[in-house]
């Protein structure tokens, strides 16, 4: 896990330069502080998972203008809503034991998410005239259109979550970082 860790680190951090030298935005600033809460995750697959998102979204989607490419915006809105309930699922699983509510809590985390997120771009819009959600063009239409997308790629993880529980639990349940030592049995 700390290789492919590395690896992803390395890319965002390559693509960040290039990106730079070709062209400086204020988005290289929003990428490299995008990396602070790396500092607060323990966990490798957590820490994967978030350098793989941000990647797509902050480095990918707005600094090398990947969101001008027909659906990268929906394909980032739908992977947004499959995370945020496989994170939901793993940090409220304990807390709350009816699988029912559990799977209607998750889906209402990951809708908050989304809603919190297009009312970012709104601010975005009306602080700094940068139309994310493209107002000017679509009006609303773009906003629904993200929550939507974000909401079924949510209700998708959930199906695949009530479908194979135990999948979901053997994946987020990792050893702990030991390094590899000798065994201290002594052979006869």
């Given at each position: 896990m700390k290789t492919i860790y590395r690896i992803l680190m390395s890319i965002y951090l390559l693509t960040l330069l290039y990106t730079t030298i070709t062209n400086f935005h204020l988005n290289l600033i929003v990428?490299?502080?995008?990396?602070?809460?790396?500092?607060?995750?323990?966990?490798?697959?957590?820490?994967?998972e978030y350098i793989i998102y941000i990647y797509l979204t902050q480095v990918l989607g707005t600094t090398c203008h990947f969101y001008n490419l027909p659906f990268?915006?929906?394909?980032?809105?739908?992977?947004?809503?499959?995370v945020f309930v496989?994170?939901?699922?793993?940090?409220?699983?304990k807390y709350i034991p009816t699988k029912k509510i559990l799977y209607l809590m998750i889906n209402c985390v990951e809708m908050s998410i989304a809603f919190l997120w297009e009312i970012f771009e709104y601010c975005g819009l009306?602080?700094?005239?940068?139309?994310?959600?493209h107002h000017y063009t679509t009006g609303v239409h773009d906003t629904m259109q993200d929550m939507i997308v974000s909401l079924i790629g949510g209700l998708i993880i959930t199906y695949f979550i009530y479908k194979f529980p135990s999948y979901m639990c053997n994946l987020?349940?990792?050893p702990p970082n030991i390094p590899d030592e000798a065994s201290p049995q002594q052979h006869t």
């Open positions: 990428s490299l502080l995008l990396l602070i809460p790396l500092y607060f995750i323990h966990d490798y697959l957590y820490q994967i990268y915006d929906k394909v980032m809105h739908f992977l947004s809503g499959m496989c994170m939901g699922y793993v940090f409220l699983q009306i602080l700094f005239n940068y139309d994310a959600s987020y349940r990792l």
